[in-house]
Structures are given as structure tokens and as C-alpha cells.
């Protein structure tokens, strides 16, 4: 029987694997780094979340950026301090994007708040030993366009605090999202033309993020290799924004693709981010966290990511 088209695209990343673990081997050896996102979990101390993630065998944690205001959120050494305490490291910070500080908005005072943060949480980053902040451009949670002005007024805002990066040693990584949830730059693609039109030195990467390149792409494996070097972060959820293993998310192919585009080498990651179901996962961000929930979803996303890492590369 004739393969439906995904069925052709994932064939042809297998035998692009399986030629790379016959030729080189060596390519192969060193896994792929798993981080976790921790702004799902909700109001609960770092220490609480080091503690579970050091204990389910996470070494690497992307920190929620919390600096919303000068008084708000992680100051460098309390964090430190906690780091240290659970053998963690810092992959990169979450930048979170909403109307209140939306690089693409038509009210002036909200770009100006974009560039702030921006200006808060690059430092703070860098201090952690981040390696990149997310980017978005336009903001969380607003599907409807301004105008026709926002990806031109996105760019240009950006463009004014795209110097930090390059200071401060630490990648912009834009992130493209479903058009559930916001109005511009939902793809690879456009992700790429972003930061085309940007052009700066500073902000150059992709984050890229499961549960919503399988509504926006054409097939997650392909999209993957279209990234290609530039992806620096890849948010990790089933196929209903549950744990690992508890959907339909076909991660045997990522990995491959990620294994075929060199991804297990260098400061690039894998994150978890499963955040439930449904349009708007944002109000668990200031909620009471339900601990033991939380627990059992880091074991499980976990456990099954490195077994199916395995099989994998067994073939």
C-alpha cells in the first residue's frame, strides 16, 4: 500500500538516520541535552523546582523570566545559590510576551515596555549562565492583527535592544506560535523572515516549539532540518500539550531529525513545556502549583523522552 505523504517524510529522515549511524557513529554519541520550562509550575519557590527536576535526572532548567519590574522576579545571586544547591545549569530564559509588553504594539508605551524587559532580562540571563532568551513578536495571547504595521513595528522595536544580545553573549531566539495565539511569525519560515528583516548579529536563532509546529508546519521532522543550525531551543509536548508519551506525538522522528541537523552538540536544547490543554495555559503562571501533579509529569515526560532517545539510536 502507498505511503500517505507523512508517512514518505518520515521514511526518508529514517534512512537519513539510519545512513548517519552507519557512516558516523561518533555523531551519535553524545545525547541530546533535556532542560525543562519551569513558568508552568506555577508560584512556587526555584528551590521546589530544582528539587523536583534534579530528582527526575534534569540537569538543565529554562528559567520563567519573571522580570516583569525592577522589584519583580529572580535576582542573580539567590538564584545562583539555588543552582548550586541542585547541580543545575541554566539552559536560557522564557521571555514572556504579552499586550503589556508587545514588541509589535500599535500604543507606543507597550513597545517601550517590550524593550525594558528586554533590557532586564538579557543581563539577568547572562548572569545565570543562560545561553539564549526567548523571543516573540508579537504578543501571547492576541490572535487579532493590529494592522498591517505590526511585523514592520515588531522589527523596529527590536531592532533598538538587539545590541544586549550580542553584549551580553546570549542568543535571541524568536519563537514562532499557532495563530491560536497570536497574530504574526507562526512558522519556520517566518520565523526566518523575522529575523531577515531584523538583521542583526544578535538575533539570529529559533526557538521552536512542538505543540505548535503541529498546527503550523507541514511535518515537525522537516521543519526541524528547515532550522537547521539556527534552532537553539525546541519546547517538547505531546500532541495534547500533556506529558510526553500521553499523546500522539510522533518524537521518534524529532529525534531523528534533531540527531540529522547536529543538535546533540553545542548549547542547544530540548525543553519541556507540557502545559495542558486548551487555548490559554497562562493562568497557571500566577496559580498555586498542585505539587504532586507536577511531579508526576516531569517523571513521566522524563522517562519516556530517554527511553524513545534510546530506541532510537539503537534503531
Request: with cysteine.
Amino acid at each position: 500500500m502507498k505511503k500517505q505523504r507523512f508517512e514518505e517524510k518520515n521514511a526518508a529522515i529514517l534512512d537519513a538516520f539510519d545512513a548517519l549511524r552507519k557512516q558516523h557513529p561518533e555523531k551519535l554519541k553524545e545525547r541530546l541535552k533535556l532542560s525543562w520550562s519551569n513558568w508552568g509550575f506555577g508560584m512556587e519557590t526555584l528551590d521546589d523546582s530544582c528539587a523536583r527536576l534534579a530528582a527526575a535526572g534534569v540537569e538543565y532548567i529554562e528559567l520563567h523570566g519573571n522580570m516583569y519590574g525592577p522589584d519583580l522576579g529572580y535576582k542573580t545571586e539567590e538564584t545562583l545559590a539555588v543552582l548550586k544547591k541542585y547541580d543545575m545549569k541554566v539552559s536560557g530564559v522564557c521571555g514572556m510576551f504579552s499586550v503589556h509588553n508587545d514588541l509589535s504594539s500599535n500604543i507606543p508605551h507597550q513597545r517601550q515596555a517590550a524593550v525594558d524587559y528586554i533590557r532586564r532580562v538579557v543581563p539577568f540571563t547572562s548572569s545565570v549562565g543562560g545561553s539564549y532568551m526567548l523571543v516573540v513578536p508579537g504578543a501571547v495571547g492576541r490572535p487579532d492583527a493590529y494592522d498591517d504595521g505590526e511585523f514592520h513595528r515588531s522589527v523596529e522595536t527590536l531592532k533598538i535592544a538587539a545590541d544586549l544580545f550580542v553584549q551580553y553573549n546570549v542568543k535571541a531566539a524568536v519563537e514562532p506560535i499557532r495563530a491560536d495565539e497570536v497574530s504574526l511569525v507562526h512558522t519556520i519560515a517566518e520565523a526566518g523572515e523575522y529575523i531577515a528583516a531584523v538583521g542583526h548579529p544578535g538575533v539570529r536563532h529559533i526557538n521552536g516549539d512542538l505543540y505548535h509546529m503541529q498546527s503550523a508546519e507541514a511535518h515537525l521532522g522537516t521543519a526541524i532540518l528547515e532550522a537547521g543550525e539556527r534552532l537553539v531551543n525546541l519546547h517538547l509536548a505531546d500532541s495534547n500539550r500533556l506529558a510526553l508519551g500521553d499523546g500522539s506525538l510522533d518524537i521518534d522522528t524529532v529525534i531523528r531529525a534533531l540527531y540529522l541537523i547536529g543538535y546533540n552538540s553545542g548549547n542547544r536544547f530540548i525543553t519541556a513545556e507540557p502545559l495542558g490543554p486548551g487555548g490559554n495555559p497562562y493562568a497557571a503562571m500566577n496559580g498555586l502549583p498542585d505539587k504532586g501533579a507536577l511531579d508526576d509529569l516531569v517523571k513521566k515526560t522524563v522517562s519516556y523522552f530517554r527511553e524513545r532517545e534510546e530506541a532510537v539510536l539503537r534503531g
